[in-house]
């Protein structure tokens, strides 16, 4: 079932190029989408895009065959909780002036009454936050320390722990471990992977490390200069046939 199609979606910004240029695909439920491409192909704004926090020049974008371009701001309340975003720097996600549970709780607070959780179950505010930081494998106690007091890798998994909270159909990781360090790159991936299947997740996993997204990914989008150059099966990635720009990607990783 697709989850989201997106026909012919352009975005450019005033005196600037054409961020997103003429792109076309469908991302399916349950699947991890990747997409790959080099800095300033327009990966984020593609992302930004799907999250409607900004506007698209022309285009269509559909989850589950509903054009979001013509819901109104309360049509769009309901489709902004299925869909959740993972930034890359973790850090700045996070209010450094609020305690890890506080952060945690945010999203809950602003559904909670269209909310129908069937993983996670809402009893009180510190019985919840301890179920969200044991699903990213994080001790309780942090629920009251502050992000300063915790490591970057520590930092993400509260922001995935958030992201996932209010059980959301997708999440757009945008550049998840980019600031992370080797070791917790590939603990979070592997995180990332557990819970997509454990929840039920869809993801759209954007990186400029084919490596990492082809770890994650069951297909793949390649980007370049806001086209979309080429798609494909992750087995499918060394295959004569590849894009040479999919193909100059492979040499260097
Ligand atoms: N708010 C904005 N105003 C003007 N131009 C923008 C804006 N946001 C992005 N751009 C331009 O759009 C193009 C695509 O940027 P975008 O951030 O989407 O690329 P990206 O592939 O996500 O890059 P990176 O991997 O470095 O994050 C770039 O040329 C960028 O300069």
Request: hydrophobic fraction near 40%.
């Amino acid at each position: 079932m697709s989850l989201f199609t997106v026909k012919q979606l352009t975005k450019s910004y005033p005196a600037g190029k054409t961020a997103v240029n003429n792109l076309s695909f469908e991302l399916n439920k349950g699947e991890c989408l990747g997409l790959v491409g080099e800095s300033g192909c327009g990966k984020s704004t593609l992302a930004r895009c799907l999250l409607w926090i900004e506007s698209i020049d022309s285009g269509s974008i559909y989850f589950k065959n509903e054009a979001i371009e013509q819901l109104n701001e309360r049509q769009l309340h309901p489709y902004r909780k299925k869909i959740q975003i993972v930034f890359q720097n973790p850090s700045a996600a996070l209010n450094p002036k609020l305690k890890i549970k506080d952060s945690l709780i945010d999203p809950y607070a602003q559904y909670r009454k269209e909310l129908n959780l069937s993983h996670f179950s809402y009893t009180s505010k510190d019985a919840f936050v301890k179920q969200l930081l044991e699903a990213v494998e994080l001790p309780s106690d942090l629920a009251n320390q502050y992000p300063h007091e915790l490591s970057g890798g520590q930092r993400q998994r509260v922001t995935i722990a958030r992201a996932i909270s209010i059980e959301p159909e997708l999440i757009v990781l945008d550049e998840p471990t980019a600031s992370l360090d080797v070791i917790s790159q590939g603990a979070v991936l592997t995180l990332l992977t557990e819970l997509r299947e454990t929840l039920n997740l869809s993801y759209l996993f954007i990186s400029h490390d084919l490596a990492a997204v082809r770890q994650m990914s069951q297909r793949i989008m390649v980007m370049k200069e806001g086209k979309l150059v080429d798609q494909f099966n992750c087995d499918h990635l060394f295959a004569e046939e590849r894009h040479p720009y999919t193909k100059e990607l492979i040499s260097i990783f």
